[in-house]
């Protein structure tokens, strides 16, 4: 099956005729990379010559660009018809939907031109909610909005980044000087950032606004919106559709094992080769994204995400994800979770390391002490001891995901 897969993609589009012209089996084709497909349309634009000429482009998109240049995405009406179906699956996992036509879910995700923004859109109707396509930007005028909608006994819930959280409890505060739990929301369907999957982090949240929290929506845009969700565990699984429409690698140790052949703790670099997807197939995608197996029970796999291979850090010796920071700064009720690491560089090494940490409402201690304390957890967990300073508002230059900075 896999050899003809890669006669498949030979013949699919000139981008793999040329790249594959000399590969004979599958297990030897080299990985493509999200740096090939942005030259691609660099050289062949608008979309590059990894699209399928043959097939009829029913919308275009982007990726949101957050950690290289946006990129162009096509999809035919049988792509969008097959990764809604696969976003309905991962919604349904995490309860959307229970109490059907009842149950108002407004998508407070980017909607310009981003992938997800659409795609989780159409995947959430086919839950059986109401939707409301409200995209972000005007907090005040969501708050009024939950209320209105709150005065006729709707289950009012919310599909939003984990940083926008932050954003609207702020406006509470100071426009409406009410706590978050007053606004008396059914759920968070949160996801498109990292965060959520932190069990402390989430259970603050759930604290916070008295409401569930899922990490409702694990996936890239390139490959498929939605790939996986969570329940009250918080551990992701993979929709089965998404396993039935995809090839899915695990890159450990240099070596690729395919998702027939993992195990528990086993982690490692995703790899995808997409089966079914009619415009801009790809083959053996390097998604960069690292992950751990939990279990494997026939066909359901569990996994948590590690981090991104990209984002590693290597400082004093030491292999470093960012993520890793979120597990220990959660702990504190002091610290609102949101946090960004400053590095300094020299010929390529990291020379010096400081994490910016945001405030939380609750200041029970001195921030000499606090800053003591968290130096303290983060040696004890990471084996590094780097600098820390406190602040009441992260800023992080116009773009919400970047928690890396470098001076």
């Not at 979309?47 to 482009?57: A, C, H, M, Q, V």
């Not at 059907?100 to 998508?107: A, M, R």
């Not at 990292?194 to 929506?217: D, H, I, M, P, S």
């Not at 400053?342 to 200041?363: G, P, Q």
């Amino acid at each position: 099956m896999k050899n003809e897969l890669l006669t498949q993609y030979k013949k699919a589009t000139l981008f793999y005729k040329n790249k594959l012209s000399c590969i004979i089996s599958f297990d030897n084709a080299p990985f493509t990379t999200k740096a090939e497909l942005l030259n691609s349309q660099l050289q062949f634009p608008p979309y590059g010559d990894f699209t399928d000429s043959k097939k009829k482009i029913s919308q275009v998109y982007r990726t949101s660009g957050t950690s290289e240049s946006p990129l162009l995405l096509t999809f035919t009406n049988q792509d969008i018809q097959t990764i809604t179906e696969i976003g309905k699956d991962c919604f349904s996992h995490c309860r959307m939907g229970k109490n059907g036509n009842k149950e108002i879910v407004i998508n407070c995700m980017n909607l310009s031109m981003w992938a997800g923004g659409f795609l989780d859109s159409q995947s959430m109707l086919k839950t059986g909610v109401q939707v409301i396509n409200f995209g972000t930007g005007n907090t005040t005028g969501l708050v009024k909005l939950i209320n209105n909608l709150n005065n006729r006994d709707f289950k009012v819930s919310i599909h939003c980044t984990p940083s926008y959280l932050p954003k609207i409890e702020s406006r509470l505060q100071e426009a409406f000087k009410i706590a978050p739990r007053e606004l008396k929301l059914n759920a968070f369907y949160l996801g498109g950032e990292a965060g959520v999957q932190n069990n402390e982090f989430r259970n603050k949240l759930q604290e916070t606004w008295k409401c569930k929290v899922f990490n409702a929506n694990y996936g890239m845009s390139e490959i498929c919106s939605i790939m996986a969700s969570a329940t009250d565990d918080n551990t992701l699984k993979f929709s089965e559709l998404y396993l039935k429409y995809y090839f899915n690698e695990l890159l450990v140790n240099n070596s690729t094992k395919s998702f027939a052949d993992i195990s528990e703790g086993d982690e490692g670099d995703l790899i995808v080769t997409s089966l079914i997807k009619q415009s801009q197939p790809l083959l053996r995608y390097q998604t960069k994204e690292k992950i751990r197996i939990l279990r494997v029970d026939k066909t359901e796999i569990y996994f948590e995400v590690i981090g991104r291979s990209d984002d590693m850090l290597v400082y004093k010796g030491i292999n470093i994800f960012p993520e890793q920071f979120r597990t220990i700064i959660s702990r504190f009720s002091e610290l609102s979770g949101i946090y960004k690491i400053l590095i300094k560089t020299e010929n390529n090494m990291i020379t010096d390391m400081n994490l910016v940490c945001e405030l939380s409402n609750i200041t029970a201690i001195p921030e000499n002490i606090l800053r003591t304390r968290l130096q303290s957890k983060i040696r004890e967990n990471l084996s590094i001891k780097p600098g820390i300073c406190f602040t009441n508002k992260i800023d992080f230059n116009g773009n919400k995901h970047k928690i890396i900075e470098y001076v």
